[in-house]
């Protein structure tokens, strides 16, 4: 299994850009989410997915736009970036229902938007 | 509102010695408790998932506590090694399945 993997590793935008970032995972889980990490903060949640077809917003979802069409992909879309939107972005993954269920996190995407 | 803190912010101690980090926390309704090790550069692992009513629960050398009374929970590293450095994130999750996350503490391990 490769788990959860994410693309780019890196990238720079400049400010007005638009893009998107890949997450896919091969573990067959229901939920998936994006977070971004900024220095000295936890973890923000900015979309998640509980199923196929299925999206809602976390905590920052400004300026991200997200879709599920199938279990295992669920790519993040920049609009128009912006400096604000320079972090490091995670996606993860794990089953959804009764749990607790452990969350699987692909190894980050660092966008830089100058 | 729902916060998690975790103390102290960083830590550095010598390979070979013992560390506890503390996490406390004000979610309300709790569901359970997370600990995960984040590597620089990479995603957070998780360490531990504890409900309620577990109030220890260990992973090698990595032991976790959970008092739900006082909501605090620590966690502590036995004979750390080098790879033992990195951050180590306390993570609340809500009965309504939102995660509250904390900021974390950075554990330099020193040989």
């Known amino acids: 299994n490769a788990g959860v993997t994410q693309t780019p590793k890196f990238q720079v935008l400049k400010t007005g850009q638009s893009m998107t970032l890949q997450c896919a995972q091969d573990m067959n889980h229901e939920y998936m989410s994006w977070y971004r990490q900024d220095p000295g903060m936890g973890l923000r949640l900015i979309h998640y997915?509980?199923?196929?077809?299925?999206?809602d917003q976390g905590e920052v979802p400004n300026g991200y736009n997200v879709s599920r069409s199938t279990t295992e992909d669920f790519p993040l879309r920049l609009l128009s970036a912006a400096p604000s939107q320079t972090s490091v972005y995670f996606c993860a993954s794990s089953y959804s229902g009764p749990g607790p269920h452990e969350q699987y996190f692909g190894p980050g995407t660092r966008l830089t938007v100058t | 509102k729902n916060q998690v803190e975790q103390s102290p912010q960083s830590l550095i101690i010598l390979e070979g010695k013992n560390c506890t980090l503390q996490?406390?926390?004000?979610?309300?309704?709790?569901?359970?408790l997370r600990w995960y090790k984040q590597d620089t550069g990479r995603g957070p692992v998780s360490l531990t998932i504890?409900?309620?009513s577990e109030n220890t629960k260990s992973n090698g050398r990595y032991t976790a506590t959970l008092d739900a009374d006082t909501k605090q929970s620590s966690l502590h590293i036995t004979a750390s090694q080098l790879s033992d450095s990195a951050s180590y994130i306390c993570v609340v999750k809500e009965s309504n399945y939102q995660l509250i996350w904390g900021a974390g503490t950075k554990l330099i391990i020193k040989p």
């Open positions: 997915s509980v199923g196929a077809g299925i999206t």
């Open positions: 504890m409900t309620f």
């Open positions: 996490c406390n926390y004000t979610v309300s309704p709790f569901s359970n």
